[in-house]
């Protein structure tokens, strides 16, 4: 069972920045996707970006333009910048591994935008 364990996530005003880093158990390319997603009190779980083994990216049309998902092969590590928070960015922000339609997710990271 690999292991996703999510850090930087925080309390921010809004404009600002963090970036958030999951570390990943064993070796990322074992996977067909890494991604953010991302879980508002009394909302679904939503897609905030994913990159492909192959390096294709996908961003929500919400952090289009102001997130920016990348990867660390050599630390085995996923990042998300984020850029130009909003208060509906406020969430609990999840790494997510997909390999076929098995997905594995980490305990997820707190982030809170204060306007």
């Known amino acids: 069972q690999v292991q996703l364990v999510e850090s930087g996530g925080g309390l921010v005003h809004a404009g600002g920045s963090l970036t958030l880093s999951c570390v990943v158990s064993?070796?990322?390319?074992?996977?067909?996707?890494m991604g953010w997603y991302r879980q508002a009190p009394g909302k679904q779980r939503e897609l905030v970006a994913t990159?492909?083994?192959?390096?294709?990216?996908d961003y929500a049309d919400s952090a289009k333009g102001r997130f920016t998902i990348s990867r660390d092969n050599t630390k085995n590590t996923v990042y998300l910048q984020m850029n130009s928070l909003k208060p509906e960015d406020t969430a609990i922000y999840y790494c997510?591994?997909?390999?076929?339609?098995?997905?594995?997710w980490g305990h997820g990271t707190q982030v809170t935008v204060s306007s």
């Open positions: 064993e070796n990322m390319f074992n996977f067909n996707y």
């Open positions: 997510n591994a997909r390999l076929l339609s098995e997905n594995d």
């Open positions: 990159m492909s083994v192959g390096g294709s990216l």
